[in-house]
């Protein structure tokens, strides 16, 4: 999301430059990123769906790794368009040979997505595996009471401020662990 925020802020302030820079190189640029700017954002959003699903547990995110690897490939038709456009501003003929390559880039960028997000998947599900077997997913706590003798039922500040201690710890402490998967 951090990504797609940045990305927008950096589309705006090239249109912004562009009123005060007269590089017609620069201008060109501003145009192919305006014009592909949704092409761009498809991406982003593409992506981000991908990770989203990589972080739900086994069986929610096999998805992730299909996600990914299509993305990757709108991201290579991207870098084509970009290769297309550095020919038309360069008049160079370097589109030609990186168009007749990508048919052999693509299928093996998407394999190679699809297969690491699978195994990126199943090294996660063996590694918790072996962390429930040795137990280290197990935390005690203990709240000691500032009284010795409970002068009645009626909890103190002092209580209370430690059951919200203990909250706010199992709270962090969860989604510390949740994210030490990941």
């Known amino acids: ?25 620069y201008h060109a640029g501003v145009l192919f990123l305006n014009d592909n ?18 972080t739900f547990p086994f069986p929610l995110n096999l998805p992730a790794p299909i996600i990914k690897a299509i993305g990757s490939v709108f991201a290579i038709a991207f870098m084509l368009l970009v290769f297309q456009w550095i020919d038309t501003v360069a008049a160079t003929s370097l ?19 699809l297969v690491s997000g699978y195994f990126e998947i199943m090294r996660k599900l ?3 595996q072996l962390q429930e077997k040795e137990g ?4 005690v ?16 500040w002092e209580d209370i401020g430690d059951e919200f201690r203990l909250m706010m710890y ?11 998967k990941k």
């Open 37 to 54: 700017f949704w092409f761009l954002l498809f991406i982003s959003f593409i992506l981000l769906a991908a990770d989203i699903f990589f």
């Open 170 to 180: 199992d709270i962090m402490h969860r989604f510390r662990h949740e994210v030490r």
């Open 136 to 139: 280290e997913c197990q935390v």
């Open 126 to 128: 063996c590694w918790e």
């Open 1 to 25: 999301m951090i990504g797609i925020i940045c990305f927008l802020i950096f589309v705006v302030l090239a249109n912004i430059l562009r009123y005060y820079v007269t590089n017609p190189v």
């Open 95 to 113: 589109y030609p040979l990186v168009w007749l390559m990508s048919f052999v880039i693509v299928p093996i960028v998407f394999i190679i997505v």
């Open 141 to 156: 706590h203990e709240v000691k009471s500032t009284l010795e003798v409970p002068v009645s039922d009626v909890k103190s």
